[in-house]
């Protein structure tokens, strides 16, 4: 019997291998001394991060005392690809300014203001990828995002946020996660993929905005910048704060995932409704065809990080899309 159903996946024949990257960092803190960028790559690989991402504030980019010969030094330090690119801050929407992390491109390169409608794809014509950066204000009001125009054409989402996470110990702000935000998207049919970022400004190992707490995890045949903007345009990656994922298979009729040390792996659909649950390091889902889409949680219950007693130890798949013949 053939499916009467299509399915639309990124890991749709992964053929790379799977490098942690922390895409979402600054070099200059509101409240700790700046570190330079060839300073911030040697922590970076140091911690395992092959993909570093530098993406200061842009209304700080003016007084950041690094010279070109600065980032050259960096880009310079062996065993890490070091991509810059800045966070743009959206103007005050409700109650919070919105920040958009853009990879690869500094502000004078993308002809539309933050905020502006056109943004996001102004950002991609200046060869750069844009994202929501931890929006888990919004997990109760997905309609904010949803009906703003200036977020169409954003590649994904923070679903996880270190810095969100030091503000909870320190102030009980919420909105580390924004799973819900991430699901009522993908219920909309909106494609958003799921990343997750330190947002370090510290570079103190042991908090938890330490440069290697929430990563994204590239699939890349060749670790160079085109590589890595092409495999986050195309969602070819996966979010963890701390799971690492061996075997990720997705088929027209299935859903694979196996990772050592899981405990548990879920897959979810619309609306984030519970499809499966299996206890154990592997799992597979088969597809009935009557879901809107299928995304998948590994949950680890090993202490990764001494610092994160607020979530467990999650890695987020991306989904994949289910969409029936007529
Ligand atoms: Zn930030």
Redesign the pocket.
Known sequence: MTADFDVISPYLGLRGRWVPAAL???TVGSDSDPVPPARAAELARQAGIEVLGL???DRRLPELPWTERDWAAAQRVTGILVVRGH?ATYPRLGDTRE?V?CLAVLPDEVGVPPGVPGFPQAVGQAGGVAWL??PGLWNCRPEQVLDTPAFDGLIGLEVYSG?RLLLEGRTGTRGTLAVSLWDALLTARRRSWALA?A?C?AWEPGLPDWVANGQTVLNLETVDQPSVLDCLRRGIFYATTGPRIEVLEVTHRTYRVAAPWASEIRFLGAGGELLLAREGPEATYRFTGAERYVRAEVISRERVHADQPLVRHTAWLQPAFIHPRS
């Open positions: 979402h960092n600054h993406t200061d504030h966070e920040h992390n950066n931890h810095a970022s947002d400004h």
